[in-house]
């Protein structure tokens, strides 16, 4: 299992990597024009798995990203949190989103961000449906993500 300070050296090298003109992904990462989202944890599936198991997973997954929150805030101050089920809603509208939050929107519904050096990053765990692993995910975009 990787640890807090993989999780955070994968952030710093997410917040220096240029974004691509076009989509594509590598690896655990999505990138397209000013986005990059990694996901840092993800859990086994939940298809035949009690309901003490999710609950266990995700009690993990909830302090790894409680860990995380803390040392970003020792370094970017306390992070704005963003509930994306407006930006869900505006999306099925058929209104802009910009990314990342675009593609977070449909999983992830809270996700503490901060503004530095030029870029927004963020923070969250997702889930797309009971069944699915569950995800914690970075974000990384241009500092006017709203």
Known sequence: M???ADHLA????????DFPARPGVAGAV????????????VSEDFW??????????????????EA???????????PEV??????????AMGEPVPE???????????????RTGGRWIGLGIGQGDRELPLQLVAAIGEDSVR
């Not at 798995?49 to 009690?59: G, P």
């Open 68 to 78: 995380l929150v803390q040392v970003l805030s020792l370094r970017w101050g306390e």
């Open 48 to 65: 035949d798995a009690d309901l003490e198991r999710l609950m266990e997973v995700e009690e993990e997954f909830e302090a790894e990203l």
């Open 82 to 91: 963003l509930d994306l089920v407006d930006h869900l809603e505006r999306q």
């Open 30 to 41: 999505a990138s397209g024009p000013g986005f990059h989202v990694a996901d840092l944890l």
């Open 2 to 4: 990787t640890s807090t």
């Open 10 to 17: 994968t952030i710093d090298l997410l917040r220096a990597r």
């Open 100 to 114: 990342p939050l675009a593609s977070l929107c449909g999983y992830v519904g809270r996700v503490y961000g901060w």
